[in-house]
């Protein structure tokens, strides 16, 4: 049975040349030599949901219908006719495909399986632009739509739930939601997986398969995110990290031919992926969402051929021989040549519940020129006592009409510079307040109201603000290093110039040449992006470190 739950199909909507786009005939011409030519019959399955690696059809004659299975109905999403071709982003990871594409009409097909449709993408520029797009484009729509294989039941006041929508989102899968507060139906669901409110939140996983408060590396496994890794390649590079460090490194490492496995902890695009809007990257003068320039890229390294394994973080870097390896969970050994670390840093936060609700949208981690200008004439708080947060009350009093300087402890850092205290001290715009914590933010889409606690009285103030500057600093996500490189005071990853004769002695630096310029104190293990100490914290940064990496990368495979 097909419900027509969407208006029209995909295909009929507006502004779809995009999303479906018609291939002439020397194009087509072009995928027929990398595949084979067959006729398809009315009801035949081309591709299943929830199939693998699935192939891909160009449409020669009749027609193709994709529609969503859902248990006993079906939405019908799309309708491919001569010149169309099947397939979305999954087609390139080689995930379970979410819908089914069966044939309505009887026709010709030509069909290309996974590895010839990689090589083809790889090799034939003009092609390789209109199928990435189209793919792009639907996988929009399909999240767009919640068209996907998992059905989300939570409350927005479980933190739960907001984690798995979270690693949803950032992962581009698309998902339903039923909310437990407001949707009176939910029970019937409930009590027909034989689950409790006290169990969300609960992910309904393609179709039957009941996760109550699942990890997120159980969400991954049962969506099929990995293909299984292989422990007795050693791969030329592995990377670690996803973030726009880790997939610049990617997409360079395995576009120039080398053999790339990338490692997440939790999603494509890192800290940038959680920046609603990212405007000083160069090349995007409207801004780009982080989660946008992340599936970009995230893409982008799989057409390469890099292999990305999402929810399952390096635990230990095993490095007192070669080749080195990086263990992960399951006591996994992912066995490498060279390895890049581009794990970044995390913001040191409040434990305030819905700040990730405000990133971007009145919680900022750096006051340049732009946020200044956003809250040009209004109340602003700067959370910190150090020197980042002394520079940024200082610069925020020249257009803030008032900065509340909020610092936990009952003064400025003893290492803030004696000049900054004393701008501070005589700025009357600068308001500074001592043993006072952020309590709770509010506001819808943007934030309006912050209120804080004073720890000597347990008073608690609320304000309208809708500016907080959190300048608490980054701690590196470096732990799992373990002493197998050398690291700054902070922690930061020390490469290249940054490390002194003292610190290549100490780490028995065995080679006659200095380390490269974004190498470790470890041959052939590399730092890029925010986890290098001395790196500018910016995505361009990132990025550029990322890409630069790979030519050295390429030496010391040679060494
Ligand atoms: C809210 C926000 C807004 C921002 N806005 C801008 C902006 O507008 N412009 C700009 O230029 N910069 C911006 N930045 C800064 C920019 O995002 C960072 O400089 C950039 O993301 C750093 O990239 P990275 O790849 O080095 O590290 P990250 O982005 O931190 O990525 C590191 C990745 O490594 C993963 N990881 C960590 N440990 C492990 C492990 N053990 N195993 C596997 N994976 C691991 C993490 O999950 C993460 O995905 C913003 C930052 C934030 C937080």
Redesign the pocket.
Known sequence: MTDRTLPVPLTQSSGTERMFPKLTAAQIKRIAAHGRVRSIRPGEVLAEAGEQALPFFVVTAGEVEIVRPSGTTETLVAVHGPGQFTGEVNMLSGRPALVRARVSEPGEVIELDRERFLALVQTDSELSEIIMRAFIVRRVELIAHGLGDVVLVGSNHCSGTLRVKEFLTRNGHPYSYIDLDRDADVQVLLDRFHVTAADVPVVICRGDVVLRNPTNQQIAACLGFNEAIDETQIRDVVI?????????AAVYAASEGLDVLV???????????????????LGFPTGIS?QALAGRAYTQAQKFGAHVVIA????QLACDHKPYAIE?DDNLRVPARTIII??????RKPSVENLSQF??AG????ATF?EAQLCRGEEVVVVGGGNSAGQAAVFLAQTAKRVHMLVRSNGLAESMSRYLIRRIEQNPAIVLRTNTEIVALEGSDHLERVSWRDAGTGDIENHYIRHIFLMTGAVP?TQ?LDGCVALDPKGFIKTGPELSQDDLVAAHWPLARPPHLLETSLPGVFA?????CG?????????G??SIAISFVHKALHD
């Open positions: 670690v990290g996803a973030g726009p460090a880790g997939l610049a490692l997440e902890t939790n999603a494509p695009g890192g800290q940038a992926g959680s920046s609603s809007k990212i405007e000083n990257y982080g399952r973080g390096a635990k992960i581009a794990t970044g840093a995390a913001y990133e971007g919680v900022y981690y750096g732009m996500s799992w890029v992006g925010d986890v290098r790196n500018i914290k910016r995505v361009a940064s990132a990025v470190e990322g």
